[in-house]
């Protein structure tokens, strides 16, 4: 079955006809030539297709595209502004927050929504009190980026990335 | 994949009457699960009804003092919201348990009352199944069981609901509203899933086409006591192995109200009655709390590989009173 979506993507209006079993990822990655969400359980379990979602951060795998019509998408590819590379990605190289990279655009995009979502109060699993604005310990960053697997293990380098880009202002 | 239809909703009487007329028609909310299930085989639908742009996503206060929640609303909106982390923790808790931050910015209140077992061999097509095709065996029940059901289980099926939501909602008598062809029910929480008996194919009590629109919690005072706690196999981001619902209030040193409900050990979340009628009025003591989890517990039926709920159940249960009684988590 086919459907004609408009997809805003990392800045770009875009028109693509598709068949109604297309997931967001693949609308992405195989219609639109935009290879920066990464496929890898393709079930929701790992974070490597994570994407912003009028302004939110998803999983890709698990969103039919065609639920997503009139969407404004931002990918890991979309957030350097003018040339300079977004604070979260910047710190990801500062701090080598990788090895071999796969997971890294679904980390960074996790890693802005996250942000976003800690300064508009949201509590995490490990907030206590629950009613105060987050304030961003080691132990939040991990509760709360828990749905990026890193298979390489550079965790302990993804959560000094994020404690810097909060540091250097990222969610102000 | 199957080929499928797709409709988006702009109505939900003409959503529900779209879905009830067509027997392999589905409902879809944020898609976490079913879309997983179209992947994977498990799930065939030949039409999706997308109702995630009806007007069903608003939190609001009730004239009795309670809170309606739109079967729409996410369930990373609904953990933030102010007046269910002040008024019912435990709600906020046991969603913030489950799944990430990016699957609760999709997953909707009603789909993930609606979300199926995790249940390995279900989700597994090429074995027997009897919940995914009725008559055709338990895998699990001779199988790896270890995340499987201590209480209400069956001879036809052994699988634990997977909603940490749930397990909460119940813990609060929440009220599920449901829009059919005949019009709207309203379903007390703790009767819309179901113990599996010889009908394990069916998860809920609802029919095909009725679809929830929202959720009512009563105005609970007690519910300003409550916690959620969770064990599972690593520190986020899994499925329960054993969980808590709790709110307590205790005066005077004896338990004066408490509701509790376990996920992690049967097909529905587990109203813990008995362990209640045990704690009300008794001295909020270590005893007591152990008698109570113990008393609930009794009739429990370990399998092969999953003997070690009942006493995490019990540990588990202790703690969170513990932690209540001694003022919250």
């Not at chain 2, 919690?217 to 499925?239: E, N, Q, T, W």
């Amino acid at each position: 079955m086919k459907a004609s979506i408009t997809l805003r993507v990392d800045g770009e209006q875009r028109s693509l006809q598709l068949d109604t079993r297309t997931t967001l990822l693949d609308a992405l990655r195989e219609h639109l030539g935009v290879t920066a969400a990464k496929k890898g359980c393709d079930h929701g379990q790992c974070g490597a297709c994570t994407v912003l979602l009028d302004g939110r951060r998803v999983t890709t795998c698990l969103s039919l595209a065609v639920a997503c019509d009139g969407a404004t998408i931002l990918t890991a590819e979309g957030l350097a502004r003018d040339g300079t590379l977004h604070p979260v990605q910047q710190a990801f190289l500062d701090h080598d927050a990788l090895q071999c990279g796969y997971c890294t655009p679904g980390q960074i995009c996790s890693a802005v929504g996250m942000l976003e979502e800690a300064k508009a109060g949201h509590p995490s699993f490990v907030t206590t009190g629950l009613t105060g604005a987050a304030d961003l310990s080691d132990e939040e960053i991990r509760e709360r980026m828990s749905g990026n697997l890193c298979r390489c293990g550079a965790y302990v380098n993804i959560v000094a990335a994020v404690r810097d880009a909060i540091s250097k202002g990222a969610m102000s | 994949m199957s080929p499928f239809d797709y409709e988006r909703a702009t109505d939900a009487g003409a959503a529900v009457a779209r879905v009830s007329a067509q027997p392999h028609a589905a409902f879809l909310g944020g898609g976490t699960n079913l879309v997983d299930h179209m992947r994977l085989g498990v799930a065939r639908p030949e039409l999706l009804v997308d109702v995630t742009r009806l007007p069903f996503s608003k939190i609001e206060p009730l004239p009795d003092g309670g809170v309606r929640v739109g079967a729409g609303v996410r369930n990373s909106d609904l953990a933030a919201d102010r007046t269910i982390r002040s008024r019912y923790p435990v709600l906020s808790q046991a969603l913030l348990a489950g799944a990430s931050g990016q699957l609760r910015n999709l997953a909707t209140t009603g789909g993930n009352l609606l979300q199926r077992t995790r249940c390995a061999y279900f989700q597994d097509v090429t074995v027997p199944c009897n919940k995914r095709k009725p008559g055709s065996g338990c895998s699990a029940i001779e199988g790896c069981n270890r995340d499987h059901a201590v209480l209400g289980a069956s001879e036809q099926c052994i699988a634990v609901h997977p909603s940490d939501m749930a397990v909460a909602l119940v813990a609060l008598d929440a009220v599920v509203i449901v829009l059919g062809r005949q019009g709207e029910r309203r379903i007390p929480i703790g009767d819309l899933h179901r113990l599996p008996g010889d009908s394990p194919e069916r998860d809920t009590v609802l029919e095909h086409g009725e679809l929830i629109t929202a959720v009512e919690l009563p105005p609970l005072p007690v519910a300003a006591h409550s916690a959620y706690y969770k064990v599972r196999d690593r520190a986020s981001y899994a499925f329960a192995l054993v969980s808590v619902a709790a709110a307590l209030q205790v005066t005077n040193g004896r338990v004066q109200e408490v509701r509790i409900a376990f996920g992690g050990l049967a097909h529905k979340p587990w109203r813990a009655a008995r362990a209640e009628a045990s704690l009300r009025g008794a001295a909020a003591t270590e005893e007591s709390y152990r008698r109570a989890a113990e008393a609930e517990l009794a009739d429990a039926k370990p399998l092969k590989h999953n003997a070690f709920k009942v006493p995490m159940a019990r540990n588990t249960l202790q703690m969170l009173l513990r932690q209540l009684a001694a003022g919250g988590r």
